[in-house]
């Protein structure tokens, strides 16, 4: 069977690894001189690994017509792993407000795709942002940058130029899911690849490191949803 893969060149990279994205996507990460040859011979022998990565439950292929909610009064929609009620308002709001529900403006209500983004954006900014900092503390270890980003089937990624990035989806996702990302991601400036040793650190830290694996693997697809 033919294994499908892109390759991402970096002349910072130092060794090749191999990640299968959450919609299944293989991504070969190599230094920039490293031959096709010897790429193509690395990921056959990492064949069998591949596959299992990528029929794990956690990856899926994006739904051709994903389920979407209307940005209606009655609707809800999540934030920090819980559903709040959606209540449109026709005038004297030019914001989305959250006051143990979601206040809408009833002109942004009218455009669903989107429409909460910014909200999640600043909320993710604002919450997620100062944890990777205290996490980052308590582990001993400094990166260079931390960004919310717009990134498709990654919750998180910690790059060669220790900078860390964070999905702002993740803003919808319990705190203890949060901080399992925010520590996974930090444990690779300590150990570059999902070894024992890599584990254990974030196991150590994250207590309910597997509730947090489990509740990704049921909920993941949903915070992929516009609402």
Not at 53 to 67: I, N
Request: aromatic share 8%; hydrophobic share 40%; net charge positive.
């Amino acid at each position: 069977m033919q294994l499908s893969y892109s390759v991402r060149r970096s002349t910072r990279r130092k060794t090749l690894t191999i990640t299968v994205e959450r919609d299944r996507h293989v991504v070969v990460h190599a230094p920039s001189n490293t031959s096709d040859d010897v790429i193509r011979q690395v990921v056959e022998s990492r064949r069998q690994w591949i596959f299992e990565k990528m029929h794990h439950g956690q990856k899926y292929q994006e739904l051709p017509h994903p389920p979407g909610k209307e940005l209606v009064s009655g609707e809800s929609a999540l934030y920090l792993g819980r559903e709040y009620r959606v209540e449109v308002v026709a005038n004297g709001l030019s914001e989305i407000r959250f006051t143990r529900r979601f206040l809408v403006p009833a002109s942004q209500a009218t455009r669903r795709k989107g429409a909460m983004r910014e909200w999640y954006v600043a909320r993710a900014n604002e919450i997620i942002l100062p944890r990777v900092n205290r996490h980052a503390e308590d582990l001993g270890v400094e990166f260079m940058r931390a960004k919310i980003v717009d990134s498709r089937y990654r919750w998180g990624s910690c790059t060669v130029r220790n900078n860390v990035n964070f999905n702002w989806r993740l803003i919808k996702a319990p705190t203890f899911v949060i901080d399992y990302v925010i520590v996974h991601e930090l444990a690779h400036l300590i150990e570059a690849n999902h070894t024992p040793q890599f584990w254990n650190v974030v196991r150590t830290h994250v207590p309910k490191m597997e509730k947090a694996r489990a509740w990704l693997n049921d909920n993941g697809q949903v915070l992929e949803n516009e609402i």
